[in-house]
Every structure is written in C-alpha cells, then in structure tokens.
Nanobody, 115 residues
Framework: QVQLVESGGGLVQPGGSLQLSCVASISIYSMGWYRQAPEKQRELVATITSGGGTNYADSVKGRFTISRDNAKNTVYLQMNSLKPEDTAVYYC????????????WGQGTQVTVSS
C-alpha cells in the first residue's frame, strides 16, 4: 500500500502562486495531481513519471509546472498566475508501472483563489 501525504494548499489572490508537495511512502512509477471543484468531477491537472515524462491539462499549461525528486519520493506542483477557477481540492495520486489507473490517493489539500 502506498501512502501519499500532501501539503502546501491555502488561500491566494488571483495572479498569485502556490506550491504543492506530496511525499510517497515508497518509490512509485508515476505521480500526479488531480483536482475537484465543488459539484464538479475530479479532473487531471498534471502527471510525471519517474523518468520525467509529463502530461498537463490544457487549462493549466504554461501556468503550472510539475516536478519530482525521486530520491525523496516527492512530487511538486508549482502553480503560477492562479485564477479563481483553479479553486478546488487538489489530490496527489500515484500508479505503478503497467497500471492503467491512478489507484493511490492522498487526502487532498484545499486551494482557494480569491480576492
């Protein structure tokens, strides 16, 4: 079982920045971030493999950057130029190599973008 622990959420003004972090209990192939806004479905934000391959939702390209430190089993999400529509609970997720779905999830961290 993989444990994921997120940190770094909070309240920020539009145009501001936040960095989320997520530590995994073991080394795992792919890690990423999903988000869920009130009354909306959970959606992909960004993912990154242990080799550095990345994938981003179109809505965050150019504003968000995902990175990871394999030695620390940690993934980061640097969020810049934040918009009110980025407000959501952000979940760290992970999957093993060969798995189609992200099956491991953190508890979530709230990000609120508001003036």
């Amino acid at each position: 079982q993989v444990q994921l622990v997120e940190s770094g959420g909070g309240l920020v003004q539009p145009g501001g920045s936040l960095q989320l972090s997520c530590v995994a209990s073991i080394s795992i192939y792919s890690m990423g971030w999903y988000r869920q806004a009130p009354e909306k479905q959970r959606e992909l934000v960004a993912t990154i493999t242990s080799g550095g391959g990345t994938n981003y939702a179109d809505s965050v390209k150019g504003r968000f950057t995902i990175s990871r430190d394999n030695a620390k089993n940690t993934v980061y999400l640097q969020m810049n130029s934040l918009k009110p529509e980025d407000t959501a609970v952000y979940y760290c997720s992970a999957r093993n190599y060969g798995d189609a779905l992200y099956s491991y999830w953190g508890q979530g961290t709230q990000v609120t973008v508001s003036s």
